[in-house]
């Protein structure tokens, strides 16, 4: 969306975001509904960068190399499953 935006030259906040509610299908236009009530009040929809996190905190990962390196820190963390089961603890590693 960004590269899209940037393609058409759409700079400011709340364009791109309206750009991107454009776009969004069931069910993430579900859950971005806040911004479509936004829009339709003319309240103040925030900064692109906050949209995106959010869209990111709904949807999760990236691609498949952020998910396993995000996996492996929380296991790296988890001591206290090592500790107590250190078989189940190897098989998710």
């Known amino acids: ?17 309206v750009c991107a509610l454009t776009h969004l299908c069931t069910p993430a236009s579900t859950y971005m509904k806040v911004y479509f009530d936004k829009v339709q009040s003319e309240a103040n929809l925030g900064s692109w960068s906050d949209f995106a996190q959010e869209l990111k905190n709904i949807y999760g990962q990236r691609d498949d190399k952020e998910g396993a390196k ?24």
């Open 1 to 17: 969306m960004a590269l899209y935006c940037s393609a058409l030259n759409i700079i400011c906040d709340d364009q791109k975001i």
């Open 70 to 93: 995000k996996e492996l820190t929380a296991l790296w963390v988890n001591r206290n499953l090592a500790k107590k089961n250190f078989v189940k603890y190897v098989e998710r590693y």
